[in-house]
């Protein structure tokens, strides 16, 4: 499956994002997806996961609350929302699909297939 994630930008401390990830060549629903983030000279981290029903979702501690992880099969499309922006926000957004287990983990490793970053700043 290839991945497409667009929607990054440059936003101000409190304001917000809608992060896109369009995907095609498989079976999109077949998939769970996650969003996860990287910073300058920090390790990727885990955003969100949705399972490939779009029932169950997962949650870093750090966007609970402020971020929202939804899908729409029909469209082939995860999308990332993001209110509350903060500058600890800022890093590159990557979305990634995994086929093979039950339901989404928190585990960049277990993802196989990833998409492009696109780059989300907030400024103080």
């Known amino acids: 499956v290839q991945l497409q994630a667009s929607g990054g930008g440059l936003v101000q401390a409190g304001g917000s994002l809608r992060l896109s990830c369009a995907a095609s060549?498989?079976?999109?629903?077949?998939?769970?997806m996650g969003w996860f983030r990287q910073a300058p000279g920090k390790e990727r981290e885990f955003v969100a996961g949705?399972?490939?029903?779009?029932?169950?979702?997962d949650y870093a501690d750090s966007v609970k609350g402020r971020f929202i992880i939804s899908r729409d099969n029909a469209k082939s499309t995860v999308y990332l929302e993001m209110i509350s922006l903060k500058p600890e926000d800022t890093a590159v957004y990557s979305c990634?699909?995994?086929?093979?287990?039950?339901?989404?983990?928190?585990?960049?490793?277990?993802?196989?297939?990833w998409g492009q970053g696109t780059q989300v700043t907030v400024s103080s």
């Open positions: 990634a699909a995994d086929g093979a287990l039950m339901w989404p983990s928190v585990h960049a490793h277990s993802y196989p297939y």
């Open positions: 060549g498989r079976t999109f629903s077949n998939y769970n």
């Open positions: 949705v399972s490939r029903s779009g029932g169950r979702t």
